[in-house]
T-cell receptor, first 113, second 109 residues
Framework: NAGVTQTPKFQVLKTGQSMTLQCAQD?????MSWYRQDPGMGLRLIHY???????DQGEVPNGYNVSRSTTEDFPLRLLSAAPSQTSVYFC????????????FGAGTRLSVL | DQQVKQNSPSLSVQEGRISILNCDYT??????FLWYKKYPAEGPTFLIS?????DKNEDGRFTVFLNKSAKHLSLHIVPSQPGDSAVYFC????????FGTGTSLTVIP
C-alpha cells in the first residue's frame, strides 16, 4: 500500500539548475498539492490541483511550475534553482477537499548551493 | 498573512501528564480542522480532525476541542507518552488547506 510516493528523497543543486520533484499517489485522489517546510514557517502551499488538467497557485508559487496530466502524478518543477528554494518539500493528496484528510509523502530535502 | 497560528513553538510535559497544544485561526469560512503529527525526516501524518459543526472529537488519548466563537482549536493528549514527542501542526480547510507553524512537543520520561 504505497500511498503518496516522492522522489528523490535528497537532492543538491547548483544555483540556476533546473529539476523536477516527482509525486505519485495510488489512492485515486482528486486533490494534490505541494508544500514547502522551512524553520519557523510551517507548511506553506506552493501549488495545488483539484483534478487532472487543473492547477492553481498557492501561497508561494514563484519559481515553481506544476502540471497534472494524470490523476496519479503531480510533478513540481524548479525552473532555475535559487538558494532561497533550499527547503523540505512535501507532496500531499486527498479526496475532494471538503471535510477530507490530506495524506503526505515522506518529503524531498533540497539544497541549492 | 497567517490564517492559522500556533503561538507556542515548543512545549515540554512530564510523562503521564496532560499535553495541551493550541491553535488560533482567523477565517470564519474554515469548516474542517485537523491535527497532524510529524517526526523528523518523515512526512506529516494525520492524527485527529473535527468538523465545524462539532465542538469536541475524541480518539483514544487524543481529544480536539473547537471554540468557534473564539476561533480557537486545541489538542489534548492524556496521558502523554515519550512516543508522543514530535512536531504537531494544526490545519484548517475551506477551498485549501492552511497549516500553522507547528509546536514541538517533548514528553519527558
Amino acid at each position: 500500500n504505497a500511498g503518496v510516493t516522492q522522489t528523490p528523497k535528497f537532492q543538491v543543486l547548483k544555483t540556476g539548475q533546473s529539476m523536477t520533484l516527482q509525486c505519485a499517489q495510488d489512492m485515486n485522489h482528486e486533490y494534490m498539492s505541494w508544500y514547502r517546510q522551512d524553520p519557523g514557517m510551517g507548511l506553506r502551499l506552493i501549488h495545488y490541483s483539484v483534478g487532472a488538467g487543473i492547477t492553481d497557485q498557492g501561497e508561494v508559487p514563484n519559481g515553481y511550475n506544476v502540471s497534472r496530466s494524470t490523476t496519479e502524478d503531480f510533478p513540481l518543477r524548479l525552473l532555475s534553482a535559487a538558494p532561497s528554494q533550499t527547503s523540505v518539500y512535501f507532496c500531499a493528496s486527498s479526496y475532494p477537499i471538503t471535510q477530507n484528510i490530506q495524506y503526505f509523502g515522506a518529503g524531498t530535502r533540497l539544497s541549492v548551493l | 498573512d497567517q490564517q492559522v497560528k500556533q503561538n507556542s513553538p515548543s512545549l515540554s510535559v512530564q510523562e503521564g501528564r496532560i499535553s495541551i497544544l493550541n491553535c488560533d485561526y482567523t477565517n470564519s469560512m474554515f469548516d474542517y480542522f485537523l491535527w497532524y503529527k510529524k517526526y523528523p525526516a518523515e512526512g506529516p501524518t494525520f492524527l485527529i480532525s473535527i468538523s465545524s459543526i462539532k465542538d469536541k472529537n475524541e480518539d483514544g488519548r487524543f481529544t480536539v476541542f473547537l471554540n468557534k466563537s473564539a476561533k480557537h482549536l486545541s489538542l489534548h493528549i492524556v496521558p502523554s507518552q515519550p512516543g508522543d514527542s514530535a512536531v504537531y501542526f494544526c490545519a484548517a480547510s475551506s477551498n485549501q488547506f492552511y497549516f500553522g507553524t507547528g509546536t514541538s512537543l517533548t514528553v519527558i520520561p
